[in-house]
């Protein structure tokens, strides 16, 4: 078919607007709208076949005239988004099936090379509509809202995007978990277990810094990201825990961080702190996640039976460098797959004695587990400090006091 043949094979479907008409060729040509491409080309069709020109019909069975309406339906996003504190924003479409499969028909039967879907033309009608009315910026990457147009029930849905921070943590307090953990009696349902509370702990890293940042940002939840994380019974000392707090449907968007940062570190003040650094984004936690940072523990040992602090660093040298096998520890078989996994030890020394014990500082590869390098997990990790000392050995405090940020070298001594 050429084109006049296609237009008249259009409309023999059924009366249709000049939006719908046009959009069957959206890709063809530039610098003009669909409701401008499809009078053109009714025009051109009844100049074509010598017919009189009946202009746009009051109905369409493609949309339903639903380009009649842009106006009203941008004055209900602006009135959805109202109070939610935003720069950018994105109008999505939800079509109804029938909507959707009637142009696809057509497109189908006629073998439509340069169609634009009905949800493009609506996003972008609506979305320089909404623009108009209120000055905000359309961003088609990381909008600060989202507001779908519900076609089949007449209304606007809002998505809120995220919003990222980034910063250091610090946990003074040990039995802390980083994250939230429901109760694994109840799964968070609540019972005796966990008195009603649903969780396991009754407080996180995660929440002690949250609670202010919910409040702050006016937001729903908030996620912790960590670089990694420490025992629960493990303080995080030195400087701190690279992390990134996710903030869920935030109506608030233009916060101080620095005053953030200070009533964190008021509310959460002797068990946790925070250093914050700055504004953040998704993919930086997927970085952060992906990153395997070495770490320095400083840790209290204690051995069984008489040994001196030479014969300790003695046996320090045999590991220092050594590539350590651990199969996975019994205290986390429970939640681990039971893998032998093979983790370096960066660099290994005792500095001297504390209260009796060893003090044993290590930097060691992600994924290194400190305490069974000590205690040899009854021969799951080898070498170990114990294997080697032919003595038990445990760990009897462990802080975390260096977590390096990714290409540092912090731990290596190469910042």
């Known amino acids: 078919m050429d084109l006049i ?20 060729f959206g890709k063809r040509s530039f610098g003009l709208s669909n409701d401008e491409r499809g009078h053109a080309l009714r025009t051109a069709y009844a100049l074509v076949k010598n017919e009189p020109f009946a202009g746009e ?7 339903g005239r639903l380009f009649d309406h842009v106006d009203l339906w941008a004055e209900r996003v602006v009135a959805a988004v109202e109070g939610i504190e935003h720069a950018t924003f994105l109008v999505g479409t939800r079509v109804p099936p029938l909507m959707a499969e009637s142009e696809e028909m057509v497109w189908s039967d006629l073998s439509l090379a340069d169609p634009e879907p009905l949800k493009s033309e609506a996003n972008r009608e609506v979305g320089k509509a909404v623009s108009a009315l209120n000055g905000k910026v359309v961003d088609f990457k990381r909008p600060d809202v989202v507001a779908i147009l519900n076609l089949a029930e007449d209304r606007v849905e809002i998505e809120i995007n995220p919003v990222y921070f980034r910063g250091r943590y610090f946990k003074y307090e040990r039995g802390i978990p980083q994250t939230h953990w429901d109760c694994r009696v109840c799964g968070g349902k609540g019972c005796e277990r966990c008195n009603f509370t649903g969780k396991m702990y009754a407080d996180s890293v995660e929440e002690l810094i949250g609670k202010s940042a919910m409040e702050a940002f006016d937001a729903e939840n908030a996620v912790l990201h960590g670089a990694g994380r420490e025992d629960i019974d493990a303080r995080m000392i030195g400087s701190g825990r690279p992390f990134v707090m996710e903030m869920m449907n935030p109506r608030k968007r233009d ?39 070495h770490k320095k523990y400083r840790i209290l040992v204690e051995v069984g039976g008489e040994i001196s602090i030479d014969e300790l660093r003695s046996a320090l040298v045999l590991l220092n460098g050594a590539v350590i096998h651990q199969r996975t520890p019994q205290r986390v078989a429970h939640r681990r797959a039971d893998l032998i996994r093979d983790r370096q030890v960066i660099d290994i020394q005792s500095p001297g004695m504390q209260d009796g014990r060893f003090v044993i500082e290590v930097v060691g590869e992600a994924g290194l587990y400190i305490k069974e390098l000590v205690s040899g997990d009854s021969g799951r990790t080898n070498p170990s400090l114990a294997g080697i000392l032919g003595k038990d050995a445990h760990v009897t405090s462990l802080d975390v006091v260096l977590v390096e940020e990714p290409g540092s070298g912090e731990c290596n001594g190469t910042s």
Do not use: M, Q
């Open 5 to 24: 043949e296609t237009v008249g094979a259009i409309l023999e479907y059924g009366p249709i607007c000049d939006h719908c008409l046009g959009r069957f």
């Open 57 to 63: 019909p009051d109905e369409c069975w493609v949309c």
């Open 255 to 293: 916060v101080d961080l620095a005053e953030l940062e200070a009533e964190i570190n008021r509310y959460a003040e002797d068990r946790v702190g925070v250093k914050l650094t700055g504004w953040s984004s998704h993919s930086e936690v997927e970085t952060l996640k992906s990153n395997k940072a």
